[in-house]
């Protein structure tokens, strides 16, 4: 197999919403930019929106909100650990974002009043704003390639390339072929996604998963392994959503009246939706399963609720709901514990960044769920997605062409090839998964202790050693899945190490441990820090304080 050599200005490793988003900006600002897009599926179709999307969680509408009131929300719905700039700054543009994607024929329901209509997502204030829109994906993406981004579709980023510290470009597989493309550039953005498949759904299922199911943390371990930290590892976010679906629910049924409902046909939550850690003491104490109930509403309630499920959010779900049997309007919607995953759309795991979506690797910029911009969603990948270009594109224009790492391209392959070798090889790539994300859901996710957790390490260097020389690969599409599982390993010890540090329960179920089961603000309302050290494999756990709107420290 021959490698492909391509060359770019700026590089995007994930052509989901951040990716497209930074594309856009990055042509916009500079026409002539050479912008080349490697995406792991289709773009059209590629990312956590997939399609279409129903609302713009997060937006400070003019008059109505503040980006001050945003900021004392995310602090308290993250228990503190949050850096103010970030999330400042993305309030300050979510609805020049708004007024942006409107222009592109983005549909924003109003209310009677003229209004945006806007719905009670946060704990303070009314920030999601309702969007209807089903082809929001293929939008973007359009936009982007129609403006001159080059996009590889069906490319995984493997390993980003350095010249003397600073990111050169990067290095990817074809998921089909196994074939690789080096790419040089001399700025690299990535915003391949948070990390997914990590413990196994209820089904045993490995891709009925709630996210992207090619998110599996490919963003994280290209970042850390270039020299770029991590914080939030120990935050695994788990959802409860539709038994055996793990779709998105709640924002669009319980924000509109919907109520949670268990066992007992206690109310759990009704026309708010930020009361999560109700509907995770209740399922643990038994009284589950949970059900949401819409058949109180009015006809017109329920079927814009069907509307928007069925066209614009996975509209797979009408198929799902009628196979089975459940009318809305007679029957409830049984709800479960989805796996859990790290991301910083809706959890606070990710690259550690500014809010100029910097990394303190110079050259590299991080946006969108592989960013740990707190609970950011799809507005944070939005706006990040622009800042990071616009940053990017600044620092191409500063800085002289990298050279380019030849031996680096050259050790790839080598890797890649000694993983087509057949002796002794037997173990079948989805077996290792399977068994990978199994022991992750027995010993790293929550209830935590140091027991469990050590365990997993002890775990992941049997798995490490069996993907080394035990895992057997026969084509291009199992060489994918194996670097994938690697990733998913080196992803759960840096979810395991994060937990062992943070010696404390915070955040409810994402991060319970039954040996330190109560909340230490004393010494533990910090960030937590994972990196490597250099010119070793070995990783670093270090600490990081909590910086207000007046603080600003360069990433390390």
């Known amino acids: 197999m021959e490698t492909r050599y391509v060359n770019a200005d700026l590089l995007i490793i994930g052509g989901g919403s951040a990716g497209c988003m930074a594309a856009i900006k990055a042509l916009d600002l500079k026409p002539d930019l050479k912008v080349v897009i490697l995406e792991k599926g289709d773009i059209k179709y590629s990312g956590s929106i997939a399609r279409g999307m129903d609302a713009l969680n997060i937006v400070v509408i003019p008059n109505f909100t503040t980006p001050e009131l945003y900021l004392e929300d995310i602090t308290a719905s993250c ?14 543009r979510s609805f020049e974002m708004l007024k942006k994607l409107e222009g592109w024929g983005v549909h924003f329901p109003l209310d009677r009043n003229n209004q945006y209509r806007t719905l009670r997502y946060h704990v303070k204030g009314e920030f999601q704003t309702a969007m209807n829109e089903p082809n929001l994906k293929v939008m973007i ?11 590889m579709n069906r490319i995984m980023g493997l390993e980003l390339l350095l010249d003397d510290g600073r990111v050169a470009g990067a290095v990817g597989l074809h998921v089909r072929t196994g074939e690789i493309v080096a790419c040089r550039a001399k700025a690299v953005l990535i915003s ?38 991590l914080t939030g590892m120990e935050y695994s976010n788990r959802s409860m ?20 409902m268990d066992i007992f046909d206690n109310i759990i939550m009704e026309g708010e939706v930020h009361s999560l850690g109700r509907m995770n003491q209740a399922f643990y104490e038994g009284r589950g399963p949970l059900r ?69 690797v110079p050259g590299l910029f991080v946006a969108g769920d592989a960013a ?22 600044a620092f191409i224009n500063s800085q002289p062409v990298p050279r380019f790492a030849a031996g680096q391209v050259k050790s790839v392959e080598a890797e890649r090839n000694s993983r087509f070798a057949s002796t ?17 859901s027995d010993y790293v996710i929550s209830p935590k202790n140091k027991f469990k957790l050590d365990q997993w390490l002890k775990w992941s260097d049997k798995f490490k050693q069996e993907i080394k020389e035990k895992t057997a690969i026969h084509n291009g599409h199992e060489l994918s899945k194996l670097y994938e599982v690697e990733n998913i390993v080196r992803c759960a010890d840096y979810s395991a190490l994060a937990s062992l540090e943070r010696k404390e329960s915070r955040w409810g179920y994402n991060h319970l441990r039954t040996d330190y089961p109560e909340k230490d603000d004393k010494n533990m309302r910090r960030h937590i820090l994972i990196d490597q050290k250099k010119d070793s494999p070995e990783l670093d756990v270090t600490w ?8 600003r420290e360069v990433c390390q």
């Open 241 to 260: 959503l539709i038994k055996d679906a793990n779709m998105p629910l709640l924002a669009i049924t319980v924000s509109r009246g919907g109520r949670v």
């Open 141 to 151: 993406a359009e936009r982007a390639l129609g403006m001159g981004a080059k996009v």
């Open 79 to 92: 228990d503190g650990i949050v850096d103010a700039r970030p999330s400042y700054a993305m309030a300050q």
């Open 424 to 440: 002794g090889r037997s173990i079948d790539v989805r077996d290792l998964e399977y068994k990978a994300r199994r022991l992750i």
């Open 372 to 393: 740990c911009v707190p609970k950011q969603h799809l507005t944070g990948a939005f706006v990040f997605g622009e800042v990071a270009a616009e940053n990017a594109v």
């Open 192 to 229: 391949a996604g948070g990390q997914a498949r990590f413990s196994l759904p209820n089904s045993g299922y490995l891709y009925g998963v709630f996210d992207y199911p090619g998110n599996s943390g490919d963003a994280y371990v290209m970042a850390l392994m270039a020299g770029a930290a």
């Open 544 to 551: 990081q304080a909590v910086l207000g709107l007046d603080e």
């Open 292 to 360: 949401i109930r819409l058949s109180h509403l009015p006809i017109e309630t329920i079927e814009e609720i069907e509307s928007i499920l069925f066209s614009t959010e996975r509209p797979v779900q009408e198929r799902f709901f009628k196979n089975r049997g459940v009318d809305f309007r007679k029957g409830d919607i049984e709800l479960w514990p989805t796996e859990c995953q790290l991301c910083g759309g809706h959890g606070l795991s990710g690259v550690y960044v500014n809010e100029k979506a910097e990394t303190g």
